[in-house]
């Protein structure tokens, strides 16, 4: 299906997966039986590399599941690969990237799913510091350290959200294909950013989240300020911006 500015058709699921085994499995077979088969274009298990410890899971979903599909990241860090994710969303309506350690609440992909369909032309974020939101096992320094960003970058911005810097989206093909991104590296930066000072809506629902309990987290600190720091950098550069 051609995607459709006016109306929702259905979803691309991009999962990252690295070192997720059973998680990775839980997560494809609750997206499937919590989601409407229709409103799922297909899912796609995104590897770090073809040796990663999620590779033979994702080849035996893909072989289960007929809208499951493997696929190698070629892309060496999280800002590139956006761009490399977002330009292989071709079919349906929608696409939204999400993790497959349990992180991330299943029944929130079928939730920003009716959101979609009743508000196809917004970015919804699935925020986990919005009020009606539960927390589970993330650490202290953790929440005041992302707090802070996102409060920071919503009043630098004027984007009203406390999960701004979160992944956590369904986002519409449509937006995405005719708003003018700068460099592929600066796209994770953009990518709520720039299309709301362009006039696309941001909305956000309450959310579920649980911290992993299988492998190791590929967010280091370094990373995490890095991505903290670069964020609060752009929304500056986006707000001071010729339009």
Not at 74 to 95: I, P, R, V
Not at 224 to 232: A, K, S
């Amino acid at each position: 299906m051609e995607h459709d500015n006016n109306r929702f058709l259905s979803v691309t699921v991009f999962l990252l997966a690295t070192n997720e085994v059973n998680s990775l499995r839980d997560t494809v077979v609750q997206i499937l039986d919590k989601c409407c088969w229709d409103d799922i274009e297909r899912i796609v298990i995104v590897l770090k590399d073809s040796a990663c410890a999620s590779a033979a899971v994702a080849v035996e979903l893909s072989e289960t599941f007929d809208k499951v599909e493997a696929y190698v990241q070629t892309a060496k860090s999280l800002h590139y690969l956006m761009k490399e994710l977002a330009d292989m969303a071709q079919q349906g309506s929608h696409f939204l990237i999400m993790s497959s350690d349990g992180e991330m609440d299943t029944n929130s992909l079928a939730q920003l799913i009716e959101q979609a369909k009743l508000k196809p032309q917004a970015i919804i974020c699935a925020s986990k510091w919005m009020k009606g939101s539960t927390v589970h096992g993330y650490r202290t320094i953790h929440e005041i350290c992302s707090r802070c960003a996102n409060s920071t970058v919503s009043l630098i911005s004027g984007v009203k959200g406390k999960d701004i810097c979160s992944l956590f989206q369904i986002y519409p093909i449509s937006v995405y294909r005719r708003t003018a991104f700068s460099k592929p590296h600066d796209l994770y930066y953009e990518w709520i950013l720039l299309p709301v000072k362009n006039g696309a809506a941001y909305y956000e629902i309450p959310t579920v989240f649980n911290k992993r309990t299988e492998g190791r987290s590929n967010c280091t600190w370094r990373f995490l300020f890095e991505l903290g720091f670069g964020y609060v950098r752009h929304a500056i550069r986006i707000r001071f911006k010729n339009t």
